[in-house]
């Protein structure tokens, strides 16, 4: 069974920095495409950035320069760097996964589509003060 758990979360001021944590237990995390999400009070869950998890990353326009995803193998653990952030990336963060099939190539951009993923974890809250 797949379980994905994030972490990392926290109370940053504007300006700052966080960097969220997901781990993936019960297979390798090679085997999957993995996305970040996020979701504000009183809006729709969105996309921030998405991963073949072998080098080539899509990223929202609203985070691109900002965000940076990274990967530990030996750790079976993704990252996201947030930098610079505002008070509207204030939200629940959430690490989702889907199994690899073949089309990251040709639709990478629909990885930042939740329907996209199976596996989802729990949250973790990021919350930006002025």
Request: proline letters at 2%; glycine letters at 10%; a neutral charge.
């Amino acid at each position: 069974q797949v379980r994905v758990v994030e972490s990392g979360g926290g109370s940053v001021q504007s300006g700052g920095s966080v960097r969220l944590s997901c781990v993936i237990y019960g297979y390798s995390y090679t085997n999957f495409y993995m996305a970040w999400f996020r979701q504000a009070p009183g809006k729709e869950r969105e996309g921030v950035a998405a991963t073949d998890m072998r080098g080539s990353t899509t990223y929202a326009d609203s985070v691109q320069g900002r965000f940076i995803v990274s990967q530990d193998n030996a750790k079976n653990t993704l990252y996201l760097q947030m930098n610079s952030l505002t008070l509207e990336d204030s939200a629940m963060y959430y690490c989702a996964a889907s199994p690899n099939n073949g089309r990251w190539g040709s639709s990478s951009r629909s990885y930042l589509n939740e329907a996209s993923h199976m596996y989802w974890g729990q949250g973790t809250q990021v919350t930006v003060s002025s």
